[in-house]
């Protein structure tokens, strides 16, 4: 069966069109810009070239019938008519308390999705819009909602709650939710397989590193920490998010500064983390890298703060999880900045015994253990591929 998978942003949506029975992709792109003046379709058929065409998007529905034009279109198009799409996978961000694992999507579904609007208001009402104009133009396709919180739900009371008043978890359901379930979900399985092992023995932590970044910790097949929150600015240090700071702070900016709360939270969210800490210079690891080692001391101290905030947060799940065996890097940093892992693994992790094999951690693009046969804990790195795990999820409940 074709999946359609579908990524749905404010102004922007991603998508992709999986074979599930190969598991390739057929298809992808994004739609850029929409409702924004120059909006533009990027569309890549497998095998064939990327193809990039201005065209007006005033809405996500005008986006969908773009996309579904390209996957159809008689020269580059990659299926005869949308006939050929057996299903569309939804990315939802926030699925709140209700949702452990993804589910067909009928009326009722949909408004459980808008209550959590509050606990993501950027991004639940874009996927939700997604989802709409999908309907509108393919209203006999199955539909699945996949969210990025429900891999973590199974996390244990002692793990979600905060240091606050009860009230406001009863209330507002304020607690950690954490996010990028999707991609620890996958990681953490992937990383069973390739090890030959049963994924319910092992102790996993997996440091998704990208430009949001959030680490988990997987303890026999089950999530059981997590380091984003509430919203996905609490944890690591990323790209332009500060990650964990001392809550007085805000209060301290907002006296000295004269900002409002919504003015500090967007530093916390868009100015702070790498591009904060270099002074603008650049939330890009591969700049950073580049910097770091040309000596710039901006760049020298962000990188060492991320890399041992990654290393404080392996040292936390190992105790939560009084062990760990496997411990997994992925996303666009952890699956391409050798020389961090180097760093976080040689400067921090002697401890559990972790030995890094110089040679296996250059290694591009591949599952692969990157510690010698003697390391008592295992390294890895997993390429994540969100698409193909919501497009397993999709075909499952569509079968
Ligand atoms: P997101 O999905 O959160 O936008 P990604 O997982 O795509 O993020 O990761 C983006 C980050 O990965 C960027 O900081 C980028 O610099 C980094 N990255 C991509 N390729 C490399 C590389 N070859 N070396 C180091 N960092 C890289």
């Known amino acids: 069966m074709n999946i359609l998978v579908i990524n749905c942003g404010s102004s922007s949506l991603k998508f992709q069109l999986i074979d599930s029975e190969n598991e390739k992709w057929i298809a992808k792109g994004i739609c850029e ?3 924004i003046d120059g909006s533009r379709i990027v569309y890549t058929p497998a095998g064939g070239d990327k193809e990039v065409t201005e065209s007006v998007m005033v809405n996500h529905t005008d986006a969908i019938r773009l996309v579904l034009d390209a996957l159809t ?8 008519d949308l006939s050929e799409i057996g299903a569309v996978g939804h990315r939802i961000v926030h699925g709140g308390e209700k949702f452990s694992k993804a589910t067909n999507i009928d009326e009722e579904v949909l408004k459980a999705i ?3 609007n509050d606990l993501a208001p950027l991004h639940n009402p874009a996927n939700l819009i997604g989802i709409r104009a999908c309907k509108e133009l393919m209203p006999d396709t199955p539909m699945v909602a996949v969210f990025d919180t429900a891999f973590h739900q199974t996390m244990p009371e002692k793990a979600y709650l905060y240091g606050i008043p009860y009230e406001y978890y009863e209330k507002y359901k304020i607690r950690r ?14 990383a069973a397989e390739v090890l ?41 240090i990323m790209g332009t998010r500060s ?29 702070s983390g790498l591009l904060g800490m270099t002074k603008n210079f650049s939330s890009d690891f591969r700049d950073l890298e580049d910097a770091y080692f040309k000596d710039d001391k901006l760049a020298i101290s962000a990188v060492e703060a991320f890399a041992y905030r ?32 180097s760093i976080i693994c040689n400067n921090y992790l002697g401890y559990l015994g972790v030995e890094i094999d110089e040679e296996l951690n250059s290694k591009r693009g591949e599952d692969i253990a990157i510690t010698t046969p003697d390391s008592k804990t295992i390294a890895m790195v997993i390429p994540t591929n969100e698409e193909l795990a919501i ?9």
């Open 114 to 116: 808008e209550e959590c």
């Open 196 to 236: 030959g092992k049963n994924y319910e023995d092992l102790k996993i932590i997996v440091c998704h590193l990208g430009n949001g970044a959030s680490v988990s910790a997987v303890d026999h097949g089950k999530c059981v920490d997590t380091s984003m929150g509430l919203t996905p600015l609490e944890g690591l």
């Open 177 to 190: 939710y954490g996010f990028h379930g999707t991609s620890h979900a996958y990681v953490s399985k992937r």
């Open 391 to 399: 497009a397993r999820e999709t075909c499952a409940l569509c079968k």
């Open 243 to 271: 990650g964990d700071i001392d809550p007085a702070i805000i209060e301290f900016i907002a006296h000295r500064e004269n900002k409002s709360i919504d003015e500090i939270m967007a530093v916390l969210n868009k100015k």
């Open 310 to 341: 990654v290393a404080k947060y392996i040292g936390a799940y190992t105790a939560a999880m009084n062990g760990v065996d496997v411990i997994c890097f992925t996303a666009g940093v952890g699956e391409n900045a050798a020389f961090l892992r």
């Open 73 to 80: 279109n008689e020269k580059t198009g990659v299926v005869k």
């Open 33 to 35: 810009r929409i409702g």
